[in-house]
């Protein structure tokens, strides 16, 4: 809206569009704030997937050295036991 068509309306008419502009611009700001919340929302969520990710790979690191203490635990007991030797 130029300058002259401004100046042609009237008081109620200007504070009416003031209005309506407040209302959109309080709308922008709560959808802004919104948008800002899940974008944090999200980048927790991120976080927490990669460190959930990375344990994961952790507890695999974990759960193979288990598992050869336990295959290294058997053969010294077969061993012991003679089981290993043939000789039975």
């Known amino acids: 809206m130029t300058d ?3 100046k042609r309306l009237s008081r109620s008419e200007l504070l009416e569009m003031l209005v309506i502009q407040m209302e959109e611009n309080e709308g922008l700001k709560r959808e802004l704030a919104e948008a800002e919340t899940a974008l944090a929302n999200r ?15 952790r507890l695999n690191d974990v759960f193979a050295a288990a ?13 012991r036991t003679g ?3 043939g000789s039975s």
């Open 43 to 57: 980048e927790i969520e991120i976080l927490e997937a990669g460190t959930l990710a990375e344990a994961a790979l």
């Open 4 to 6: 002259k068509e401004c």
């Open 67 to 79: 598992d050869r203490a336990a295959a290294q635990y058997l053969e010294n007991i077969r061993l």
């Open 83 to 85: 089981e290993g030797t």
